[in-house]
């Protein structure tokens, strides 16, 4: 009786470090862990603090400390690839912290990644892959579309998510200096696109659910992210905090844009429809014939 006690009270313990009971999603993020740190080795941060950031949690550690124990204690885990730790390349990443980021992540947690203004990094050890066209530092800008309106963000000036997707492709280079992404898997949904500075547009900002997990790619440069919590590329991180997850539901995020379009059908022109009725009522005139 008292081991059914004690894993009782440890199993409580962990839904209470969630955030959640079994079966409640999280209406947002309370506890994130930024790995290694929030700084970008090529300028930029994420902002901690300021505005509804308040609302959170934010703390960082270097990835040698980062286990399954640790993670447990978080709902929310940011990899920023872009950092002087990770210098670009999940390569630095041991296979035992991949492992333990996707069982963080199946088991219904949020997992955030940034790679801003590096280089194509290798994702195939995630359970949705990919890779990424990335143009490197120009300080360019660029165009930015908002595809799907969704909690991640929103192009009508009257939503709380709205985004000033022109401000954010003309008065900065996050566009311009934007990491595209190239994926066959067809978990990965589309929430924005971006025309970089080699004129190639793709997917820049994207979101996958995982198990109960939910998964968020964010390519853009974050050179001119800064202090200011209204900066636009600050709001936009502060909405992948605030959206509801495990499970993410389909009102939040409704997955109209897969990334990878299922082929369809070719169509079939009338001409080819006549051919082939033609050839049909032939073969039937010939079987009634020889009846």
């Not at 550690?61 to 980062?66: D, G, R, T």
């Not at 492992?99 to 963080?104: K, P």
């Not at 595809?147 to 492709?169: H, K, M, Q, R």
Request: proline content about 5%; some cysteine.
């Amino acid at each position: 009786m008292m081991k059914k006690v004690g894993r009782f009270v440890a199993f409580a313990a962990w839904a209470a470090v969630l955030g959640c009971t079994s079966g409640q999603a999280l209406a947002q993020s309370k506890n994130v862990l930024i790995v290694p740190q929030r700084f970008f080795m090529n300028g930029g941060m994420l902002v901690d603090s300021g505005g509804d950031l308040d609302s959170f949690t934010i703390s960082s550690l270097p990835i040698e400390l980062v286990n399954a124990a640790r993670l447990a204690t978080f709902d929310t885990v940011v990899l920023n690839v872009g950092s002087f730790q990770i210098n670009c390349t999940t390569a630095s990443l041991s296979d035992a912290l991949k492992a333990d980021l996707v069982s963080f992540l199946k088991g219904g947690g949020k997992l955030i990644i940034y790679e801003s203004e590096c280089p194509a990094s290798d994702y195939s050890w995630l359970p949705t892959p990919f890779t990424t066209y990335n143009p490197g530092a120009h300080g360019a800008t660029g165009e930015a579309k908002i595809v799907e309106n969704n909690a991640l963000g929103s192009t009508n000036a009257g939503d709380p998510e709205f985004i000033d997707i022109e401000a954010l492709s003309l008065e900065t280079d996050a566009v311009g200096d934007a990491n595209v992404m190239t994926t066959r898997d067809p978990a990965w949904c589309l929430h924005m696109s971006a025309t970089n500075v080699d004129v190639v547009t793709g997917p820049t900002h994207t979101y996958a659910r995982v198990g109960k997990g939910l998964l968020i790619y964010n390519g853009l440069d974050q050179d001119d992210g800064d202090d200011n919590p209204e900066n636009t590329l600050t709001k936009l991180w502060t909405l992948e905090l605030k959206v509801p997850f495990n499970p993410a539901s389909h009102s939040d995020l409704p997955c109209r844009v897969p990334v990878v379009q299922r082929a369809s059908a070719p169509a079939v022109s009338p001409i080819a429809l006549m051919s082939i009725a033609s050839l049909l009522l032939l073969f039937g005139v010939r079987r009634v014939r020889r009846s």
